[in-house]
Every structure is written in C-alpha cells, then in structure tokens.
C-alpha cells in the first residue's frame, strides 16, 4: 500500500483552511531524535540534536527503557550499589520524580540536576545562611527525620538519604 | 387504521414457558463472564436474571464505568475485578497523581453491594481509608488481591487485619509498600483462623516474625505463603514444620550471609521441604546461596511453578542443576544468568513448560554480561512443545531464529521481545526484524499478546496488520517510519484490545484515519510520538464517547496551539463521561485552554 494511495483515501479531518502538513509524511530518522529534551530524561542525558540513526547511548536513562518494573530495577541495583533510586517532590509541583543518587558526585550536581528536572531555582548550600533562593531541599534520612541537604559530607548523604523534598525556603523552620 | 391486538403468549411460539427459577439455577453454572454477556443478550427474561444472578463483575479500566452505572445493572456483586493504571505505569511513565483511585469505588459499594467478599484490584491506588473502609464494612469480606498498587501503609493493613474476620486471602504482589512498616500483622486476632493464602513479597520492611509464626500455626487451611526479602532462612523451617500442606511457598533472603554452610541450617531446610508433600510452586529466593539449593531438590520433581527470577547470586550451573530435575515444570521465571546453556538443559528436562520469563540481571550494562542469546529461546521452541507464552530479554536476535520459533511454535499466545537495545537490527544480516516479527504473526495464529523491539520499518505493521487477527495487545517501541505503519495496525488488527506504543513516528494521520477503531478498544496510549494538541481536538468531538487525556507533565503544552506537540496521551472509551478526579497536569477538550495555561503559568505565559 504506498503512500499516495494512502493520501487518497483518508479522511480528510484538517482543521478549515490548514494545508497538507507535511511533516508526518517524511520519514523521521530516529524516533528518539524526534523528541525535545523531555524533562524526565535524566540531566545526565546529552542533547541528541544529530538526526543521525544511532541508537542512543545505553548509559544515557531513557526513562522506562528496557522495560523492567522498577522493583526488578531496585533490587538489582541495591545488589550491585550502582544507583540509588529515591522519589523527588517539589512543593507547588503535581508529580512526584525518582532520582539516581549515584549519578552525582557532589551536591552542586544533585543541584544542577534538581534544577533541570523542576526548573527551580535552588542555588548552593552555606552554613551560616542555608539557602538563599526561593527553594529548600530537604531529605528524609534514616531515622525518619526531615533535614536540610547539605548538612553532612555527601557521601554520608548518599547513604542515610530515603526520599528529597524541594521546600519552599520561607516554609523551612531551622532547629 | 384498525390496530388489530395480538393476544400474546410469554414466548413467541410455544404456550410452555421455562420456570424462571429453573434458568436460574441453570445460571449458576455459568460463571464466565463472557458467557454471561452471551446468555444476557438471549431475550430480555434472560436479561433481567443475569441482572439478579450475576455475583462477578469485570472492570478492565476503572474510568470506563461508573459505580451508579455498574449498580444500574448488577443488584448483587459478590466479587469485582478492577483495573486502573495504564500498562506503562510499571516503567514509570505515568505521573504520580494521575488517578485509578480504589476509594471512589469502595465508597459506593458499601452502600450497593454489602455483600461484597472479593476484591481483586491491579494499578490502582488504594489509600489507608478505603482498606479501613473495606475492613469495617464488608461483613462477609473473603478476598483481597491488591496487584501493582500503592498508596496504603501499616494503618490499612491494620484495619484489615483486625476486622475481617472471614478473610480467607492477603495478596499484595508487586505493591509500592514503603510506606508499610511495624507491627500490622499482629493486629489479627487470635480467633483468626480461615487464612488460606497469603503473600507479603512485595513488603520491604520485616514483618513480626513471631507473629507471623502464630497466624501459621494458626490457620489449618493455609495453601499459599509468600514471605517477603526480609524474612530470615534460619526461620524458614520451623515455618514450613507448621505448614506442611503448603502448595505454593515464597522463601524470603536464601542466604544467612555467611560463607560456611551451617549443617543444622542445611539439614533442617531439606527436611522441612521434603515434609511438604502437596508444594508445586516455589518463589522468592533472593540473593540465593548455591550451598542452600539442594535441600529444595526433593520438591523439584513436583513442581509446576518456579520463580529464580530474583535469585542473582546463582549462576547457571546452579540454575541448570535445580530445572533439570523439574520435570512437571509449567512455568519458570528466571534471570539471564541461565544463559543458553541452561535454556537447553530446559529444553530438554521440562517438556511440560507452558510459561518462559528470562529477565535481565543488568538492564543498563553495555554489553551483555550473560552468555545469553537468541539460540536459548530458539532451543526452548524446539524442545517444549506447550510452551505459549513468552517473555524474554536479550541483546541480539536474528530473522532466522525468529522463523525457527515461529515454525516450531505455532501455539504461541504470547511473545514478549525485548532486545535491550533500542532499534538493533538482525546481528547476522543488519536487515530490520520485519521478517522475523512477520513469522511470528503469520505461524502463530492464536497469537493474543505481542510486544516488539528491535530496528523495525513499516513493514513489520503490515505483517501484522494481515495476519495478527487474534491480537488483542500490541506493545510497540522505537519502530516504524511513518504513520502508515499505525495505520496497518488500527486498520488490520480486528481483535485489538489494548495498545501502548512509545517513542515512534507516528503523527495524527493514522489516529484521524481510524476514529471508529478507537471505540473497539479499551485503551491506546501513545508517548514521545508526534501527535498534535488539534488531532486531540478533533478525536475529542468526532468521538465523544472517547476520554483523550493529554498528559502535560513538563508543564510545556499550550492548547491554543493546535500545531504544539503531545507528549504523553491516553484515551479510552468510557460510558461514564470524563473523569472529575484529574490532575491539574492532564488537559482535556472539556477544559478551557486559556484557564488550563493559567493553572499551569500563575506568573502567566
């Protein structure tokens, strides 16, 4: 059945007065190219803007690829300690996110990250002021207590760090 | 004009009427539900008693119907069946928030059905309230499956716990249960006997083990156990002691972290599994120690299910030792670790096996870390005549061995293929698996669910638009060129059900093409495609029957732009209009577009 064929015989449901768009006709690459940078891919991801057909990088997290239930992905991960998935909130935002804690190596990634991934403004952590800008992020650690992140050496963070919740700073009262 | 008035008789041809009473009781025989539908649509008698009769209802989408309009029809539900969530929300493409809320439904059928025993929910999120509700108010409750949900913690469970005193089983298989910690097991009461299966796998946190020894000891009836990763081994014996008449058991952590095996560990373990005479089904097995594996050898000749598939630490000597000795075997699941070696061991013990499900130990490694090929599956065709569903993960495949399985295996009902890779070619030729794919379709023509990967062009669609006429769920992604590709699908695939397709370049042509195929589904979601914001519009009014929900989680989509792309859709056909429980980040036709970008832009945009 080639195309033209196709053409003829279509409902015609254009809105009035729109022509023949002619992008849907034309073979797209790769479909992953096709894509924005959608704001689930992990910050780790580069920009694919080459229309080349490689296959994206299997490093690079496309979310929900291969197609393993996350509890599948935990265990093999807590088995291998290669990532540490945790669930991401933003006061203000609808959804809930999970990040790889393993894919950063410093609180200014894990920043820059939760930036891209809500586009928020967080800035960076100073012990005499904490926060300066209009977010907070908070963890829930081990024993179930809500802390600032950027209290402890991050490798300490890694391990006691549950779940993060990006705060609004005015909400974040200090003990 | 002179009506004349026909004196009529109850039936049509004979002055004998069937007792109404007596094809009731006929009624009692035929529980399935599609036989139902069939005898429902014989005559309006027969109507009106399956009305009355029927005890079990089936809801594949829980947006598709309402309570009030299931209560309308059905007086008298004994046992419902719901489903919420889109498939795709297993790999995390659904937002938090979306819905499938269990709560809207509890709440109306306390009042409608008091009666309910059976709750069997999958994808649904279902809070501490509606567990606290359903323990309180269903008097006579039996049954409760809770299957890839969340949204409950210790309160619920509690709740159930303490009130259902006829509870007969506790499922909560592949549950989000982090939030489920202390002691709610406890909270059954000592009077609590009539437990016959329960399964706790999914729990992260311990249970109280002691009591969870009581309720065993406690409940002569019980056939399943499933114990969760934090169940000790140096506990499992005197467990499976208790429980001798067990079917189906779940281990909890295989290992008691040491190197050295303790023998009074070991001996204790073979003889409480040779003690259970009756076990047919065995699971659980994490991290798995080899030394341990022998003592379930006695049960392995019995067995009709196995689960390894959480087991990493055994490699496939172990794996083939335990499967070469199970020759009842119907259904394996399993890691990779198997490797092709132990797929031909398989092929050639387990000539019962029905179910094949290889997961991937390494999911984001590079290359492949496993001796694990296309040429297991294909020896698995050959050697196991009733094999019928597949799933399976791998990095290479082949056109020719895809022919080889579909030449031996025309009685597939399912195959599930995932190359790891997106779009891999054939690793012998560089073709597309068009043909392959193509095989699969043509041979197997009871073929009921597929799921394709690989580098596919178009022509894979048109194969399985032609010969795919049983199919009823079709998983597609990275495939295809265009929109005829979609097109072969909704135009060719008479039985299609159900489908999911992500990350393909598949416009608005074929959906706009296709509208009235829309109604005959349950369900299609499409993500990462190139649909448009005025496709969406247009199904919506051609369609009104259609639920079409953009979901709009980066905030991006303006819906004044009939040109701006849709990110995620999911629509569904619906007797009950669309839904009032909607997250702010999914936009529908009903909604204003300037007040939805209002909602989403505060600042304005």
Redesign the interface.
Known sequence: ?D?IN?EAT??R?G?PGSKD?Q??????P???N???S???MDSSVSDENDSS?S??P??A?????????????N??QA??T?TIYIKVSMDGA???R?VDLKLYTSYEELMKGLQGMF?CNIGLYSEKEGYKSEFAPTYEDKDGDWMLVGDVPFDMFLTSCKRLRIMKSCEVIES | MNLKKKHRTTTNNTNFTFPEDIIQHIFTFIPSDNDRNSLSLVCKTWYNIDRYTRRSVFIGNCYAVSPGIVYERFKDIRVLRIKGKPHFADYDLVPDGWGGYLYTWVVEFVKMYPNLEELRVKRMVVSDECLEIIGRCFKKFKVLSLLSCDGFGCAGLSAIAANCRTLTELDLRDCETDDVTGHWLSHFPDSFTSLESLDISSLSSEVSFSALERLVARSPNLRKLRLNRAAPLDKLSTLLRQAPKLVEFGTGTYSDGHAEIRPDLYSGLAEAFSGCKELKDLSGFWDAAPSYIPPIYSVCSRLTSLNLSYAHTLQSPDITNIISQCHSLQRLLVLDHIEDTGLNALALSCKDLQELRVFPSDPNALVANVSLTEKGLVSVSEGCPKLQSVLYFCRQMSNSALFTIAKNRPNLTCFRLCIIEPQVPDYLTCEPLDAGFGAIVENCKKLQRLSLSGFLTDRVFEYIGTHAKRLKMLSIAFAGDSDLGLHHILSGCDSLHKLEIRDCPFGDKALLANVSKLETMRSLWMSSCSLSVGACKLLSQKMPRLNVEVIDEGADLDPRDDSCKVEKLYLYRTVAGSRSDMPSFIWTIDQDPVAYRLKNHPNGL
């Open positions: 059945m195309l196709f279509e409902l449901l809105l768009d992008t849907e006709t034309k073979a797209i790769s479909p992953v096709n894509k924005r959608s704001p689930e057909r296959p994206p299997t490093k997290q496309v979310v929900g690829w291969p197609p393993v239930r996350s509890y599948r992905k265990i093999i088995k291998k290669e609808p959804y809930l999970k586009k």
